[in-house]
Structure formats: structure tokens, C-alpha cells
């Protein structure tokens, strides 16, 4: 097949995109990446690119094709904004001028923000081939949740576009199960098809872990519950500081791997509320993180207690299981069903600081055999739902499948 794969962000950005890329590189498949310039989530160009710099690459096989885009500085406001525009205006004459070559068939990743579809859509039409969307952020669910967005007039046409892209895509798979409701009530034809296509975690979590103490601090004595990844306001943790306050005589650590937006903010919590036990580790590279894994004794995943994310499952649930974790969970929706429902560790409902520290205490007294069962249980809900390998072989059936219809 001939597959050309949008998505406004690329490796050596990381995001799961290039896994699929790379994947059917090595499956024999001829793969062209319609992209930006790398500049997240750092704000500016990755060494090497530049406005004008690096329009063309390969990489492990893959052939790139990078638009301009204006960097994303600090992520806020008019930035932010000019670089989601410029994405989709540069791409527009990418389109146009730079695509010469015919495909089989379009796969966009479709993150935020939701006019990333719109070169999919541009060249879907012009090329009259299949269109595959893969929604792994609902819109405008996802800004309503992360910002005071109240302009019911610009809500309005950003739901009439993620409209638009919905019905004019062939194929839509959902990272979330909780996603088609959503997806059903703005789609004309209800019986456009709709497949769950979850995420997985990287291969470094489902490889066997050597440990290189050098590169990994020694954790606090007691029992540590470490939340890993951005540090920002979609994770609550203000629901995760009073639950660190309500354990602080129950000989539990909360552990903060990762930097983010909300970081300062838990720095003045832990003096002004003299919290001992919450400890912040900073960011660390993801090729550290099956060793700072392997300290803890329970992994963390939040959620604030929104609409929107209750329908989300954050990737970092699949990396945990990938790595036989017991799982503590403060989150709603199809995320707790998943970690409730897989028997590998406890979750409460988003925004329940009480019901959060209760679950970390009993995890805490678990038995010996009590806890290697669930890391047990982990593993194996991994690998029966989320296993790469099995998501990539029913993709690559399903596009071959389409195309010979």
C-alpha cells in the first residue's frame, strides 16, 4: 500500500503516530508523513529545523514532508492559536504545489487541534481515495475542558467542522470506547463505520527491564506511589495533594516524575501545607522510565473530574499495565473501568481526594501474594487488549480489506 499519514506532529516528536509509520515501513509498505516542523512540547524548533529548514527527510524509511509552522512558544494564547493556523494555511499550499505522488489511501492522527484533518480532507477529495481518522481528541470537548472557552458563536463552527470532518472521513477509529456516542451525534450517516483502535504502550515498556541504578534516584523508605508524565491541569492535582495530605501519617509517598504548567503551584502546596511525603523528581527521558517504574511500589494516573475526560483513557494506563504495575487511579469514565474492571489496582472517581487516599491505603496493606497477582493481572489485560503487534495486524487488515472492496 501506498499510505499517506497526517498528523501536525512527527518524530522526533513523540507520539504514537510514528509508531505506526515505522511499523508499516517495516511491513513493506511505501509510507509518506505529511507534517510539521518539530517543536513540541519545547515551543521551538528542534536542532536542525527551522521555518525554512529541513522541508524534505527520511527517516527509518518513511518519507517526510514538513510544512512550515509557526513554533508554539509557551503553549497559551496567541501563540498557540498561530500555530495551529499556520499548520493547516501552510498546508493548504503543501497540498497544492508538493504532493505529486497518488496514494492508496489518507490515515490522519488527529490530536488537538481538530484542523489538523483538514489537509485529509483537501487532498481525500482531490486524490478520490479513502480517508482514515483516527480521533484520539474529541473537539470542542477537549478546549471546553482545558480553557474558560464560553464563545457560543465559535463553539458553534468548531462543531460544525468537526462535523464536517466526520462525515467526510471513510473510516473513524476511536482510542476511547466513551468516544461514539459523541462521534455518532454529529455524523449524518449513522452506520459510517467505527473501530476501536486503542492506544499501547511503547516498546520499552514490554521489554525485559535491566536496571541501570546510575541513571535512576533512589526513591524515599515507605510505600511509593509515583505518578509519571505532564505535570499540567487536565492531571487534577489538586485531588492528588489532599490525598497526600490525608496519608501523611500512613507512611506513603507520593512521587511526581515529570514537569508541566502546574508544577509551581504543587511546589507552594507542599510548603504551605508542610506535606513530607509528596517528593518532584522532574522531567526525566522516556528511556528512564521503566527503571523509575521499577521503584515503585503503585503507578498513579488522574484525571479532573470533567466530561470530557471521563471518556478519555489516558496512554499512560497501557505503559503501566506494559510494565506489570499495580494501578491507582483517580479518574471516571471508560480509564477506571479499565483499571476496576482488569482486577490490577484501585480507582476512585475524578475530584474524590478522600476516596483516593482510601484506595492507596488499602493498596498499601495488600498482601505479598495480593499484589503480585494484580501485577499478574496487569500484564495480561495488556496483552489481551492492547498488545501492538495484535492492534497493528487488524489495522493493516482492515485498510487492505477497504481497499480491495
Known amino acids: 500500500m501506498k499510505i499517506l499519514f497526517i498528523s501536525q506532529y512527527f518524530y522526533p ?12 515501513v517495516k511491513r513493506g509498505h511505501e509510507v509518506t508523513v505529511l507534517t510539521g516542523k518539530p517543536n513540541y512540547p519545547e515551543g521551538e524548533f528542534y536542532k536542525g529545523y527551522g521555518f525554512f529548514k529541513k522541508s524534505k527527510e527520511v527517516i527509518h524509511g518513511a518519507k517526510i514532508i514538513r510544512t512550515p509552522i509557526y513554533p508554539r512558544k509557551n503553549g497559551k494564547g496567541i501563540h498557540l492559536i498561530l500555530n495551529y493556523i499556520s499548520f493547516v494555511f501552510f498546508s493548504y499550499f503543501t497540498c497544492v504545489f508538493r504532493i505529486r505522488d497518488k496514494y492508496d489511501l489518507i490515515f490522519v492522527q488527529q490530536l488537538s487541534p481538530v484542523t489538523m484533518a483538514l489537509p485529509g480532507l483537501w ?14 481528541d474529541l473537539w470542542p470537548e477537549s478546549i471546553l475542558a482545558a480553557s474558560n472557552f464560553k464563545n457560543p458563536l465559535i463553539i458553534k463552527r468548531i462543531e460544525n467542522l468537526v462535523a464536517k470532518i466526520y462525515n467526510q472521513s471513510d473510516v473513524i477509529l476511536i482510542s476511547s470506547k466513551y468516544f461514539e456516542k459523541s462521534i455518532k451525534n454529529k455524523l449524518i450517516n ?21 536496571e541501570n541504578s546510575s541513571t535512576i534516584p533512589d526513591l524515599p523508605i515507605g510505600f511509593n506511589i509515583m505518578f509519571a508524565g505532564n505535570v499540567g491541569e487536565s492531571q487534577d492535582f489538586e485531588t492528588i495533594i489532599k490525598a497526600a495530605e490525608l496519608t501523611l501519617r500512613d507512611d506513603i509517598n507520593w512521587i511526581i516524575v515529570g514537569e508541566g504548567r502546574k508544577l509551581d503551584w504543587i511546589k507552594e502546596q507542599i510548603q504551605l501545607r508542610q506535606l513530607t511525603n509528596v517528593f518532584l523528581l522532574g522531567r526525566h527521558a522516556i528511556e528512564t522510565m521503566p527503571g523509575f517504574f521499577n521503584k515503585a511500589d503503585v503507578m498513579l ?3 479532573k473530574d470533567e466530561p470530557v475526560f471521563s471518556l478519555t483513557v489516558p496512554a499512560k494506563i497501557q505503559a503501566y499495565m506494559a510494565s506489570s504495575k499495580i494501578i491507582l487511579g483517580s479518574l471516571s469514565g471508560e480509564g477506571n473501568d479499565i483499571i ?6 484501585y480507582a476512585a472517581n475524578a475530584g474524590n481526594p478522600k476516596l ?23 500484564k495480561r489485560y495488556y496483552e489481551d487488549n492492547f498488545s501492538k503487534k495484535t492492534l497493528f495486524d487488524s489495522l493493516e487488515n482492515n485498510l487492505i480489506n477497504k481497499l480491495n472492496r
Open 190 to 210: 449513522q452506520n459510517k463505520e467505527i473501530l476501536y483502535f486503542p492506544n499501547w504502550a511503547e516498546d520499552i515498556f514490554t521489554k525485559s527491564y535491566e
Open 301 to 303: 494516573v488522574s484525571l
Open 356 to 378: 483516593l487516599s482510601e484506595k492507596a491505603v488499602l493498596l498499601k496493606n495488600l498482601s505479598e501474594n495480593k499484589r503480585i497477582e494484580m501485577q499478574m493481572r496487569s
Open 123 to 136: 487532498l481525500r477529495k482531490k486524490q478520490n481515495i479513502p480517508l482514515y481518522l483516527w480521533v484520539l
Open 13 to 24: 516528536e513523540t507520539f504514537k503516530g510514528n509508531d505506526i509509520v515505522f511499523d508499516f
Open 340 to 345: 476496576n474492571g482488569s482486577g490490577c489496582g
